[in-house]
C-alpha cells in the first residue's frame, strides 16, 4: 500500500529512524507519510545493530543466520502491520531534470542548515534525558552521590519493575529490565548498560527474547522526538504505546514457542 518512493526512507532507516523519518517531509500524501512514519522504526537501525551483533556473536555459533532472522522478523512484522493503515494506489510519476554538477557552496550549507536542525531538535533531547539517567544512576533516594547500583534510584525502579522481564526471558530480573529502559535513551546505551551491570543470560532463548523486544519496542528518544515534530505529541505517545505492545506480544509468543519446541 505504499509508492515506491517510500522504499527510500526505510532505506535510509537500516542508518537512522530519526533522520529517515524527518526526511519524510518530501511526501506529499499525508496517509503514506503517517504509514511510513508508524512503520520506519521497526527497521533494525545502526543503533539496534550493536544489540543484534552482541547476543549473535556472544551466545550462537552460526551468527550469521541468527542475525539474519532478526531483519527477517522486521519485514513479516512490517507487511503484517501495513494492512493497519488503509491502502492506496499510488501512480508514482517523476520528471527527471537535467542532471548538473552540484555547487559545492551550496551542499555545504544545506548540509550545515540540516545538520544544525539535527542538533538543536534531537540531541538536545537526548542530552537532557541522559543526564536524568546519569542523575538516578549516581544518586540514591537520600541524594547521596556516588553510590553502588545496588543502591541507586534507578535500580530500585528495575527492582520494582523486574516482573516484566519474566515473560520475556522467563525470570525476573532487575538488571535486564535497567538495560531495556536505557535504550530509550539511545539503543547503542543497551550494550554498554549490560557490560556495566555484567548482565548474564541463563539461555540463549532467553537472550533472543531479549534482542528482539529491545529491536521493536519504543524507541530512542530521538526517534520519539521526531515523530513529535512531524504528527504531533499525542501520535507520538500512541506510537509508542503500539511499539511496546507489539515488541512484548512478539518477545512472550516466540520465547515461548521456542521453549515449547526445545
Known amino acids: 500500500g505504499l509508492s515506491g518512493k517510500s522504499f ?9 529512524s530519526a533522520s529517515s523519518i524527518l526526511s519524510t517531509r518530501s511526501l506529499k500524501d499525508d496517509l503514506e507519510r503517517k504509514k511510513v512514519i508508524f512503520l520506519l522504526p521497526f527497521i533494525p537501525c545502526s543503533a539496534k545493530i550493536s544489540i543484534i551483533l552482541f547476543v549473535t556473536t556472544y551466545y550462537f555459533h552460526n551468527s550469521f543466520f541468527i542475525f ?4 527477517l522478523i522486521a519485514i513479516i512484522i512490517i507487511y503484517i502491520l501495513s494492512f493497519v493503515f488503509k491502502s492506496k494506489k499510488f501512480e508514482y510519476i517523476m520528471e527527471v531534470p537535467p542532471l548538473k554538477v552540484p555547487s559545492i557552496k551550496v551542499v555545504f550549507n544545506n548540509t550545515l542548515i540540516k545538520l544544525k536542525d539535527i542538533l538543536i531538535r534531537i540531541f538536545s533531547i537526548m542530552l537532557f534525558f541522559s543526564i536524568i539517567n546519569w542523575f538516578l544512576l549516581s544518586f540514591d533516594v537520600h541524594l547521596n552521590y556516588n553510590v553502588s547500583f545496588e543502591n541507586s534510584i534507578l535500580y530500585l525502579i528495575g527492582n520494582k519493575l523486574s516482573f516484566l522481564t519474566k515473560p520475556l526471558i522467563g525470570y525476573n530480573d532487575s538488571k535486564t529490565l535497567v538495560s531495556i529502559l536505557s535504550g530509550i535513551i539511545a539503543k547503542e546505551q543497551v550494550v554498554s548498560t549490560i557490560g556495566v551491570l555484567k548482565v548474564k543470560f541463563l539461555s540463549v532463548i532467553s537472550a533472543y527474547s531479549f534482542c528482539l523486544f529491545n529491536l521493536f519496542s519504543i524507541p530512542c528518544i530521538n526517534t520519539l522526538s521526531a515523530i513529535k515534530n512531524e504528527c504531533g505529541f499525542k501520535t507520538m505517545l500512541i506510537y509508542g504505546f503500539i511499539y511496546m505492545l507489539i515488541s512484548y506480544i512478539i518477545s512472550i509468543i516466540l520465547f515461548r514457542s521456542l521453549i515449547w519446541i526445545l
Open 68 to 71: 539474519l532472522s532478526f531483519y
Open 8 to 16: 527510500t526512507y526505510f532505506l535510509f532507516g537500516i542508518s537512522c
